[in-house]
């Protein structure tokens, strides 16, 4: 994207040092990094960070609407309703396809966004051990909101424990050993001191939670959670769980609640020049004429999954539960990032922190994806090279 950065870095690149950059990754979290990193970051000019951050904080404004709550209530389905304070949302991330205007004009769309952690801990990690075996100019970085590494580091581990000790937290998820992004938990882990715990793991007392470590109880009073409630509903290997449902003495980093209410869901709600058009589709009186330039997407599902991509007339009748779904106009991602083989599409994902207490969230760091497939994600790049997990370095 930034043309100069791009053909020096291409030039420089050898398989070598590739190879000699997993292998450095690895050997910080053997064996823990189980998804594709791209071969290359994504170097960003000053103009298009301005873009998506301009989207993103009148999102945010959004959010902070006192009638914020009451219009996305029914974003959250009755069986996943959790119960307990709410706070605003620690973190939100938002999903930005990088498109092109006829003119050249490179613009972000939004794609999806969620109230919900993402790679908080791997993408402080992953960049600066990147910089070690790739020339990255020094006025690019992976930070947003003037941070850098130490003042990064120091605010996430204030928005995770809050004002407990790192044991009274925990990471929250279902055999969090077995997910394909555990190393950010063990990167979490490393700065924060909280420990990944699962969901099996947890007793409950009345409304205290405690769990145990070297034969001690310990007493749980914050939760940074990882559960997406649509994993937790197709597993049958949990046996005699807690009710996540229930109100317990805890404080949530973010409320479960969050995962739905900022998603998919709200962007119907959103009219911005970056914001694709959206549609609930029991609310569309008539299907557009042009649906080829609209996506089909159920509301409740996570990792692209159940999405048509070429819509018809007859998908759209074949839905049953039409308020569970939404139309949304399609992102045409542009062929932009320059590779040794065919171009590839990229996605920058922006992440806010939203400190206890603060008047509102900042942008922290960030995550990028590339593709040379229909949808950005590991089973749609199958055997292709240069794409994957990466990183942006924004131009400062």
């Not at 998804?35 to 000019?45: N, Q, S, W």
């Not at 974003?75 to 304070?85: F, H, R």
């Not at 109230?115 to 075996?133: E, T, V």
């Not at 922190?353 to 969230?361: E, F, S």
Request: proline content about 6%; glycine content about 6%; hydrophobic content about 35%.
């Amino acid at each position: 994207m930034v043309s100069f950065v791009r053909k020096a870095f291409n030039e420089a690149f050898t398989d070598d040092k590739y190879e000699a950059l997993l292998k450095d990754l690895d050997n910080h979290y053997p064996g823990a990094i189980e998804f594709r990193l791209a071969e290359t970051p994504v170097f960003v000019p000053k103009e298009f960070t301005i873009k998506m951050l301009e989207a993103c904080e009148s999102i945010i404004d959004l959010v902070k609407d006192p009638g914020f709550r009451r219009m996305t209530d029914k974003s959250i389905p009755a069986s996943d309703k959790v119960q307990g304070d709410y706070g605003y949302p620690q973190m939100m991330v938002f999903d930005f396809g990088v498109c092109q205007h006829a003119n050249g004009e490179l613009v972000p769309q939004l794609v999806e966004m969620q109230g919900f952690p993402s790679l908080y801990g791997f993408q402080d990690f992953y960049p600066n051990i990147l910089r070690k075996h790739f020339s990255i100019p020094g006025n690019f970085t992976q930070y947003l909101g003037g941070h850098n590494h130490e003042s990064y580091i120091k605010l996430l581990k204030e928005v995770i424990l809050g004002k407990h000790n790192a044991e009274n937290v925990i990471l929250l998820e279902i055999k969090p050993h077995e997910q394909k992004t555990k190393v950010d938990f063990y990167c979490t882990q490393h700065i924060t001191g909280v420990e990944p715990v699962c969901l099996t793991e947890l007793k409950e007392d009345g409304k205290k939670l405690f769990y145990e470590r070297n034969g001690r109880k310990i007493q749980v009073l914050r939760i940074y959670n990882r559960v997406i409630f649509d994993e937790l509903h197709t597993r049958t290997d949990l046996g005699n769980i807690i009710d996540l449902k229930k109100e317990y003495d805890v404080e949530w980093v973010t409320h479960p609640d969050w995962f739905y209410r900022i998603s998919k869901y709200t962007l119907p709600f959103i009219s911005h020049p970056y914001v694709p058009q959206t549609f609930f589709l029991d609310e569309l009186k008539q299907a557009p004429g042009n649906l080829e330039n609209y996506v089909l997407k159920p509301l409740f599902s996570f990792a692209g999954q159940g999405v048509v991509i070429d819509v018809s007339t007859k998908d759209i009748e074949n839905v049953k539960d039409p308020g569970n779904w939404i139309l949304q106009e399609k992102v045409q991602y542009a062929d932009i990032i320059e590779t040794p083989t065919s171009p590839a599409k990229t996605e920058i994902r922006i992440m806010y922190l939203w400190k206890d207490g603060a008047a509102r969230p900042g942008p922290v760091i960030n995550l990028a994806r590339l593709s040379k497939g229909k949808m950005i994600g590991t089973r749609y790049n199958k055997d292709k090279s240069w794409v994957g997990g990466s990183v942006a370095f924004f131009e400062m």
